[in-house]
């Protein structure tokens, strides 16, 4: 069965320096993979995903299938930054999602 | 006002009863899931139903039942049979497979269930 796993239950870091938020997963086909952010007092939302290859509020996510990663980097964080981040994964042809435990980010000014 | 409408916010049990927690979206989604938040454990899916009168277990559906009569409603009930049944529930949807790839999903504000 495929898994999710994010290392880290909470990071914190200072304004302006660099985050990466690590995920790791276990699925043995072609996965799509999801990042899904949470901030203080707002639902559940999606942040970015592998396939779109794009940069939302500066943060990228590659897909490195040899290393079976999909880590969430930002060149230098701000404090609207601070909030819950999920790793997730879709196996392919599937609609589910399995999500990792969740990292709280916190970025002190 | 487009959404997902997740009721009630927080709801008190007994053990030994059964309770339903609501979920309505007005998105015209046709998949909802059903997942439990609990601190540590990130998120984990119940129940998921892609098209009307069809639903699927998920990851932890042992203790829990849904119905799908209706596009816009997956209610979820909390069966006494659920042990640890005290935690945050999420509701969600989405329009399915696009183009080949997973749809995103919109999320409820959740609801806080907590058994005493």
């Known amino acids: 069965a495929q898994r999710v796993t994010q290392p880290e239950k909470l990071l914190s870091v200072f304004k302006g320096a660099p985050v990466e938020l690590k995920c790791n997963y276990s699925y043995s086909g072609s996965p799509e993979l999801f990042w899904y952010v949470q901030y203080s007092r707002q639902r559940l939302q999606l942040l970015l995903r592998?396939?779109s290859r794009e940069s939302i509020k500066g943060f990228t996510a590659d897909l490195n299938k040899g290393e079976t990663s999909f880590h969430l980097k930002k060149p230098f964080a701000q404090e609207e930054d601070s909030a819950m981040y999920y790793c997730?994964?879709?196996?392919?042809?599937?609609?589910?999602?399995?999500f990792g435990q969740g990292t709280r980010l916190t970025i002190n000014p | 006002d487009g959404g997902i409408t997740q009721s009630p916010k927080y709801l008190f049990r007994k053990e030994g009863q059964n309770v339903t927690l609501s979920c309505e979206q007005n998105l015209n989604h046709d998949a909802m899931y059903w997942y439990r938040q609990d601190p540590g454990q990130g998120l984990r899916l119940i129940y998921y139903s892609q098209i009307v009168n069809d639903f699927q277990k998920g990851d932890i559906a042992e203790g829990y039942s849904v119905s799908r009569e209706k596009k816009e409603s997956f209610p979820l009930t909390v069966t006494s049979a659920q042990k640890n049944p005290t935690a945050f529930y999420l509701c969600?949807?989405?329009?399915?497979?696009?183009?080949?790839?997973?749809?995103?999903?919109?999320f409820g504000e959740g609801s806080r269930l907590t058994v005493l």
């Open positions: 969600a949807s989405s329009r399915g497979r696009q183009g080949g790839s997973t749809g995103e999903l919109f």
């Open positions: 997730a994964l879709a196996r392919e042809g599937a609609q589910k999602l399995v």
């Open positions: 592998h396939i």
